[in-house]
Structure formats: structure tokens, C-alpha cells
């Protein structure tokens, strides 16, 4: 099976309940502890048809980077076509597999701005990886001659960092923006009661 794949190159995987992307829909709540790429494991737990969750970040060596809107399928595919890494498309969006990096130790789990998503994982968050069912009904499924039976997954290219900070500083810069002080004409003007007592 691909669990037995994925186990193989290192990466632990989580049973899911067919349909959901609750990691803990099998194994509980600390299901982060229970990701293994032990095959024994592995094999016992995916005997039945279950979607497959595999932990992102330094215990699996790999991260996502995908979009969830059509303004962040044009930024990333604008820097990200054409790159050869594991690369597969579920319901809503097409999930590029990188490698783990220990830059990325400073960053959230999962992170995004202007619809683009980075899932560095932390060792406390997961994709849902083909051949899962989405509650849609589709199936997530790798393209073609991009699945890890062919390619490995690749450090993630200058281009696509450097797109990540851009955007990580665009994003801070608009939160911590302190929001222009407006005082209603009606305060400064007329017959209010502030402005009889100026």
C-alpha cells in the first residue's frame, strides 16, 4: 500500500476515518505520538481502507506547500511550475512535497497569506496524502511521474523561500499595522456636546 511507501522513506503516517482529515480520528488525540513509519505498525493499521495522514516537519523530514484560492494557485504556481518534487492534487489544491529544513524550526506549523499555504508541521500537523478520500468524495491523487515511487522530495528552491519571506513580510507588516485614528465629524463640528465644551 502507499502507507507502506510512505513508511518506507521515512515518513510517518497516521490511520484516518475514510472522508475526514481529523488526525485523531483513529488514534486519539495525541496522535502526533502515535505517527509511526514502522512497518509492522504501519501494515497492521492500514488493512482497511483508511485515508493516510503523514506528520510534517523534522521527524519526517518533509514539508507542504499548497494554496487554498485561486489568487494563491497563481502565486505559487507562478514561481512553483515545473519544479520536480513529489507533487499530488486533493480536492481543492495541488500539495508540493519539500524537504525539512532546519531554517524552518523558527516557523508556525501551518502558515499562509494571500491564499498560499505552508505547512512546516512542527512535528504537530499533517497532510492528508494520496490515495485519501476528501469528504467531497474525490480521491487525492499524485500527478504523474511526480509520486515518491519516482522522485524524492527536493530542498525547497530559492525562488519558492524567498516568495515565503516576501509574503511572510507583507503579512506581518499588514497585522501589526496600528489602524488610522478617525474621529466622527459630529465630535468635532456642529452642536455635539464635545464641541460646546471646546
Not at 519558492?160 to 465630535?187: I, W
Amino acid at each position: 500500500t502507499e502507507a507502506l511507501l510512505y513508511a518506507s522513506l521515512g515518513w510517518h503516517v497516521v490511520p484516518i476515518v475514510s472522508g475526514s482529515k481529523n488526525p485523531g480520528s483513529i488514534v486519539g488525540a495525541g496522535w502526533p505520538a502515535h505517527a509511526s513509519c514502522a512497518q509492522r505498525q504501519v501494515d497492521k493499521w492500514f488493512s482497511d481502507d483508511l485515508n493516510i495522514g503523514v506528520l510534517l516537519g523534522s521527524r519526517s523530514g518533509i514539508i507542504d506547500v499548497e494554496y487554498d484560492s485561486e489568487e494563491g494557485e497563481q502565486i505559487i504556481e507562478a514561481v512553483a511550475a515545473g519544479i520536480e518534487t513529489p507533487t499530488y492534487r486533493s480536492a481543492k489544491s495541488v500539495h508540493r512535497i519539500f524537504r525539512w529544513d532546519n531554517r524552518f524550526d523558527a516557523e508556525q506549523s501551518k502558515c499562509g497569506w494571500r491564499g498560499t499555504e505552508w505547512r512546516f508541521g512542527q512535528n504537530a500537523a499533517q497532510s492528508v496524502f494520496p490515495p485519501s478520500l476528501h469528504e467531497t468524495g474525490l480521491m487525492c491523487e499524485w500527478l504523474p511521474g511526480l509520486s515518491p515511487r519516482g522522485v524524492l522530495p527536493i530542498a525547497l528552491p530559492g525562488a519558492l523561500l524567498d516568495l515565503f519571506h516576501e509574503l511572510k513580510q507583507a503579512g506581518e507588516k499588514q497585522h501589526s499595522r496600528t489602524p488610522d485614528c478617525h474621529v466622527p465629524r459630529r465630535y468635532v463640528e456642529g452642536d455635539s456636546l464635545l464641541s460646546k465644551a471646546r
